[in-house]
């Protein structure tokens, strides 16, 4: 009966917890450090140096990601926004196929870097695309978001994160 009562209190917990939500250990530690490569000469390479003295958005996104498709379109909008400085990072493709991608549903990107060999990727914890880390002024990341950024997201999640971060200026 004892047994049950353990069973049943783990399951009640789990129900509470939200399935998209993985931990991180990434929260509040800086950014790794890392050296991409670049998608071609007429697009601005993101380096490590990049992350620090502003808030920024950094997305991991491929083209081979379906869910990256449905989220550009609000990354248009962010980019276009002004909010927040937006970055790539284009994750197991070749410089090819992520210019083809930029090209072929526009580039909101101020800077983008190939992460080919995802070594930063392993360095971020990233589990799949799209995810996206929320940069303090310092180079730390402040959040995770696993999945792809909605309108709603943005405007409940994100938004209110970055006015906090800015206010603080942490």
């Not at 399951?11 to 050296?35: N, Q, V």
């Not at 869910?67 to 284009?90: F, P, R, W």
């Not at 549903?105 to 360095?123: E, M, Q």
């Amino acid at each position: 009966m004892g047994v049950l009562a353990i069973i049943t209190g783990f399951f009640a917990i789990g129900l509470t917890r939200d399935p998209h939500a993985l931990p991180t250990m990434m929260i509040d530690r800086p950014m790794p450090d890392f050296k991409l490569e670049p998608l071609g000469d007429e697009i601005p390479l993101l380096t490590f140096s990049d992350v620090k003295g502003e808030v920024t958005l950094v997305n991991v996104f491929g083209s081979w990601c379906v869910a990256c498709a449905a989220e550009h379109s609000e990354l248009m909008k962010i980019g276009n926004s002004g909010a927040v400085t937006l970055y790539g990072v284009d994750w197991r493709d070749t410089a090819f196929e992520g210019r083809q991608w930029l090209e072929q549903y526009g580039n909101p990107y101020s800077k983008v870097g190939l992460d080919a060999d995802s070594r930063l990727a392993i360095n971020l914890g990233v589990t799949g695309a799209p995810e996206s880390f929320l940069i303090d002024t310092e180079g730390r990341i402040r959040y995770k978001h696993i999945g792809p950024i909605t309108p709603e997201v943005w405007q409940e999640t994100f938004l209110p994160l970055i006015q906090e971060i800015e206010g603080g200026k942490q």
